[in-house]
């Protein structure tokens, strides 16, 4: 069974987490008219919160990889926030607003490729063609526009880099020994180690094995995932504070210490503990 102080820990974040959200809702925040950059810090730090609230609802369930898995969202808000507010902040807000452009013409061509119908001759044909669904979606032109600037598929894309070169990207606002910070550890440990539960490899699957001579069931097998749920409580409690503390400068605010305070109380009593 989890240990105690795991329950604990995961209940002490979901208060946090409902706390935040409280205080985030009643502050009522409005984004600057034509200010991209507002629009976008808003919604990624509105998707922060309800991605915490999945991963204490995930342990509460007793599924704390799949909470594990989660928090690597939580990474991918904070180094996509990151590389926004670093440098050129209203030109990279656009460029991840207009990201979604580039997703539905993409779904376009996916739907010409796979969504199939059969003829008068019983000879499967396209469903919908490209000039029906291009008639079907609003402001196409501009949408075509907008995805130019995007020559990669997919979502790593947005910014031009890969993950790797968003992390490591040297800091624009903080400083260690004179010298920019980097995320050189959010990439290379946090976000490595999340991504092997996200992609349901074989390094996470250890909870799940049957042995020879044991009947297979379903597995959660909590002896063999002692310390993942605080895990991936640290992880939550850490990246919404990293992102709650790049937001508020962002919008030309400081961080509430009543939104920092009670996350770095928590991180501070499970790293004492450990």
Known sequence: MPREEDKEHNRTLKRTVKKIRKLLDNKQ???????????????????????????????????????????????????????????????????????????????????????????????????????????????YKRMVKLARK?????????????????????????????????????YDWIYAWTSQYVHATAACMDSHVTEPREAFVVQIAPERTLGVGTSAVVNTALYLWKILRMAFPALGGSFPAELSDPLEKLLLKIYATA
């Open 150 to 186: 995007y020559p990669k598929r997919f979502a790593a894309g947005w910014s031009g880099k890969n993950v790797r070169e968003m992390a490591l990207e040297a800091d624009g606002h903080d400083k260690i020994d004179g010298k920019p910070v980097v995320w050189e550890f959010d």
């Open 29 to 139: 925040y409005y984004p600057r008219a034509n200010v991209m950059l507002d629009r976008v810090v808003l919604a990624l730090v509105s998707k922060s919160v309800n991605v915490a609230q999945g991963v204490v609802s995930l342990i509460d369930a007793g599924l704390p990889e799949e909470a594990f898995g989660l928090s690597r969202t939580l990474v991918e808000v904070a180094l996509s926030l990151r590389f926004v507010t670093n440098r050129d902040s209203e030109r990279r807000a656009n460029r991840f607003a207009h990201y979604s452009a580039k997703w539905k013409l993409e779904l376009i061509r996916r739907a010409v490729k796979h969504f199939k119908a059969q003829d008068s001759k019983g000879q499967l044909q396209p469903k919908y063609t490209k000039t029906q669904l291009r008639k079907m979606t609003p402001d």
